[in-house]
């Protein structure tokens, strides 16, 4: 059965899903990276996205993401265009990975930043929500993708307000602080719920 064992991992921008993906991975965890999955496919539709936005968000066969993005989230409804097209692929290619780690019959993680914004992943039972707090967020984008404030609300407002993300998700865990204490949060998460890696 597909995402019998699965665990959805979500989280807002900047709250710290990819580095919590990673130290599970450390732990003997699979994991799925929908983002992974996404850039792939984009990659694959460049010159469809050329046809629906405009050449010059491909240079020489590749997608400038970063100036796609900027564009995409100032036009919330170009955005909701591209995400019609390539929500149904990232969620055929989940399916299908997710057929592979089931036959394993051991618990994996999706790395799914839109999984509480899309109803294609109500099969999955369990979700954890990385959390930090917006001004976090803000503090991290700021650095990290060197954005304005307003093109850091772009983003933040298309999707779910991470407070509530919070309380939909069956678990948390929280990554407001330093790497020390998200080790010891997801610590704490694999022996809360008795998960044995691969």
């Known amino acids: 059965m597909v995402f019998e064992h699965a665990i959805a991992l979500t989280g807002g921008i ?24 996404a850039h792939n496919n984009l990659q694959e539709y460049s010159s469809l996205v050329s046809t629906m936005f405009g050449s010059e968000y491909v240079d020489e066969g590749i997608v400038n993401r970063k100036r796609l993005g900027k564009y995409l989230f100032a036009n919330k409804s ?13 969620h055929e290619e989940i399916k299908r990975k997710s057929v592979v780690n089931e036959e394993k019959e051991k618990t994996y993680f999706i790395d799914i930043p839109l999984f509480f914004e899309n109803s294609n992943y109500l099969d999955i ?3 954890i929500c990385v959390y930090a707090p917006k001004e976090i967020q803000i503090e991290r984008m700021m650095i990290r993708d060197n954005l304005s404030l307003e093109e850091i609300h772009q983003r933040l407002d298309a999707q779910i307000d991470i407070e509530e993300k919070k309380t939909l998700a069956d678990y948390i865990i929280d990554n407001s602080k330093d790497t020390m204490h998200l080790d010891q949060e997801i610590s704490k998460f694999i022996n809360k719920l008795y998960l044995i890696a691969e």
């Open 14 to 37: 900047a709250t710290g899903k990819s580095t919590t993906a990673d130290m599970l991975h450390e732990y003997g965890f699979k994991i799925i990276d929908s983002d992974v999955i």
């Open 125 to 127: 039972k369990t979700s």
């Open 78 to 90: 170009e955005l909701k265009r591209l995400e019609n097209f390539l929500h149904p692929l990232i």
